[in-house]
């Protein structure tokens, strides 16, 4: 079988991790590919496949109606894709998973074809900057992001992404506050190793498929944007300042500790900052970072969960005691 997977990011690390066997995969495709290799299997962009020689396509990414488009344009069979990241779609994709049935791993698949939920915009949306390519990635998330961006109209401070990866969260936040200093945090070519030692190796290596110009490319007012390359917190380097909004989106113990330590106590009242996989069952450190910033604090700081794809907590600043 012909078998190729869409996308080099997280969900193409995950299948990865999730058993699917590489020797099976003819290569990856990316539309902007990074590097020419991935996982040790060649990364090709969709348009050097023909389509005749493709069996199936696993589609790796939550860009299900864009990829869906561009492989139409191509002519590949709409049959030959099952898209694995489907799940808030208004109607599933997918016309078949028998093909998946082959190469997936059975448990897996029932999470890719469990039930669908369907999401229709809020009546308060109108004139958004946000796209619809921005809110396929994670239509719940994206929307809160906007709704709280609309309370920060006079709560002075700047916007800050500790955890950027290829910018998708970034792009929103700088459409969404065009006014705003949006400094970048990240190394730009994945976790500390150190930290990340104990990790699934696809999880890992996903995260180093990133770069600062792919980033600032996919910025609507880049004139704002701050980058901040390098680990955390040894990035920060004289920076001081205090912050209206802050994604705080680095997955594992350490670094979310670290975070916490230097931007809580800079949000100003009334400011939000937004904890990634907070709830992530994958990614316990996220919770355990926030326990024991508040131990060291004496108190539960004043927070509210998401039902988005990964859980994010929104901590809401509420007074000048909050600084510590
Ligand atoms: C899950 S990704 C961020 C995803 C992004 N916020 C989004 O929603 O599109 C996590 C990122 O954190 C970065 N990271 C983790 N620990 C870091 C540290 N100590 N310093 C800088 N970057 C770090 C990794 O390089 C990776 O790009």
Not at 44 to 73: C, F, M, N, W, Y
Request: glycine content about 8%; proline content about 6%.
């Amino acid at each position: 079988m012909n078998l190729y997977v869409w996308g080099t990011g997280c969900g193409a690390g995950d299948l990865a991790d999730q058993g699917l066997d590489l020797s099976r995969v003819c290569a990856f495709l990316d539309s902007a590919p990074v590097s020419d290799s991935f996982l040790g299997r060649p990364v090709l962009r969709p348009e050097e496949v023909k389509s005749g020689d493709i069996d199936l396509i696993l589609v790796a990414s939550r860009h299900v109606e864009t990829i869906a488009q561009k492989a139409a344009s191509l002519g590949i069979a709409a049959e030959k894709l099952v898209f694995l990241k489907n799940n808030w779609a208004l109607t599933d994709r997918n016309r078949d998973y028998a093909a998946a049935e082959a190469v997936l791993d059975p448990q897996y698949l029932d999470s890719v074809r469990a039930p669908q939920v369907a999401v229709r915009d809020p009546l308060w949306v109108s004139d958004s900057p946000l796209t619809p390519r921005d809110l396929e990635n994670d239509y719940v998330r994206t929307r809160t992001l906007e709704a709280l961006c609309r309370e920060l109209d006079d709560i002075p401070g700047a916007a800050a992404e500790l955890g950027v990866y290829r910018g998708g969260f970034a792009r929103c936040i700088n459409a969404l506050l065009p006014e705003r200093t949006l400094y970048l945090f990240d190394t730009f070519e994945g976790f500390d190793p150190a930290e990340a030692e104990h990790e699934a190796a696809g999880f890992v290596q996903a995260h180093r498929n990133t770069g600062v110009g792919r980033v600032l490319r996919l910025m609507p007012h880049p004139e704002k944007v701050v980058i901040r390359r390098g680990l955390f917190p040894a990035s920060l380097e004289g920076l001081e300042g205090r912050f209206a909004l802050v994604s705080l989106d680095v997955d594992l113990e350490e670094s979310t500790l670290a975070g916490l330590r230097w931007f809580y106590p800079r949000l100003n009242p009334g400011g939000f900052l937004l904890m990634h996989d907070y709830n992530s069952p994958r990614l316990p450190g996220v919770k355990r970072a926030l326990r024991r910033y508040e131990a060291a604090c004496g108190r539960r700081l004043p927070g509210v969960p998401l039902c988005d794809g990964n859980g994010t907590l929104v901590l809401c600043k509420t007074d000048e005691a909050d600084r510590k």
